[in-house]
């Protein structure tokens, strides 16, 4: 995202907001929309009822989040401080994307709870990670398109960190995968996955060294040439790691474990498209402050977000494990 710069006009604060949407949009459609129901806890848990707790508790920590976030807004845009601004939007994302993951999870651990209900068997891949650190890449060697503006050297190297933690998390998923395989051959396919996804990170990354010291458009153009078969090779590993025979298989959920599964899912569903409408309205309004029915809709919005999150931790509350036993 654009916290890699620092934000001084209404241009900057738009493209904070689309890339804002672009994430939340990428991570509802992967759990919320088209997700199979299995789990997407990132930290381990004892139990299924101390999964459920700690997502209630980030539930509840992030709508607290996002109600300060709504607040904070609208004071920035009325004070002009764009760069605030910015970075308000961009909090307010990540913390819509956890508040998101921590639904999935919460809705998933309540529906599987049910006896009638079969829990979901892990594939090789974690593809919502995989898929996560992809967005990531992607977004950061956009940046290396002109129409991003010009671009500073620490600017530069924070996009070349961005880079190299994300491919971290791709490598290292295909080395989980390949030390999970069950065959010999699928080990070693995944190991030269990882291998793939390093090699042709190299040339990327030297490229970004030089243009960082030079600073010119050439060396800024080898950026965009090698980033297209970064993402090529990333897309096919992501493929790969999809087969039927490395895809794990989604729970099966009893008809109470799926009504309480998209109770809760409504919940965040609710939350992410008020959500999306709020940063939708914001660039029109820090590009004319004075805009009376754009300040209606940012209001609008804002009541739009806390009637959601007040629908989701609702639903948290009348389909807790607890009301299972």
Not at 71 to 81: D, F, G, P, S
Not at 135 to 149: E, Q, T, V
Not at 212 to 217: P, S
Not at 269 to 283: E, G, R
Request: glycine share 4%; charged share 20%; net charge neutral.
């Amino acid at each position: 995202m654009s916290s890699l710069e620092s934000v001084k006009t209404p241009s900057d604060v738009s493209r904070d907001c689309e890339e804002s949407i672009d994430l939340i949009q990428l991570v509802a459609d992967l759990l919320l929309l088209h997700g199979d129901p299995e789990p997407t806890a990132l930290e381990p848990v004892t139990s299924a009822s101390d999964s459920y707790a700690k997502c209630r508790d980030t539930i509840v920590a992030r709508t607290k989040g996002l109600a300060i976030m709504v607040n904070e807004l609208a004071t920035q845009i009325r004070a002009n401080k764009l760069a605030d601004v910015s970075r308000t939007i961009r909090s307010g994302a990540e913390a819509v994307v956890a508040l998101t993951e921590a639904a999935t999870h919460a809705a998933y651990t309540v529906g599987v709870a049910d006896p009638g209900s079969t829990a979901a068997y892990p594939g090789l891949v974690d593809r919502y990670r995989f898929s996560r650190a992809k967005h990531r890449i992607l977004g950061a060697c956009a940046r290396f398109d002109l129409s991003y503006g010009i671009l500073t050297e620490q600017q530069i190297l924070q996009i070349s960190a961005q880079i190299a933690h994300n491919l971290t998390i791709l490598t290292e998923t295909c080395q989980i995968a390949a030390n999970q395989a069950a065959d010999p051959q699928s080990q070693d396919q995944f190991r030269q996955c990882s291998k793939s996804i390093s090699g042709t990170t190299a040339a990327l990354l030297a490229s970004i060294k030089a243009y960082a010291k030079t600073r010119q458009d050439k060396d800024r153009e080898k950026c965009v040439i090698f980033s297209k078969p970064l993402i090529e090779v990333i897309d096919a590993v992501l493929a790969f790691g999809a087969l039927a025979e490395y895809a794990g298989e989604p729970a099966r959920m009893s008809e109470i474990g799926k009504s309480t599964q998209q109770a809760i899912l409504g919940g965040a569903m609710a939350t992410v498209a008020s959500c999306v409408k709020l940063f939708n309205v914001i660039p029109g309004l820090v590009r004319n402050v004075a805009d009376t029915e754009a300040w209606k809709n940012l209001m609008l919005c804002s009541k739009a977000v806390a009637e959601a999150t007040k629908l989701l931790c609702s639903a948290l509350r009348e389909h807790s494990i607890e009301g299972l036993k």
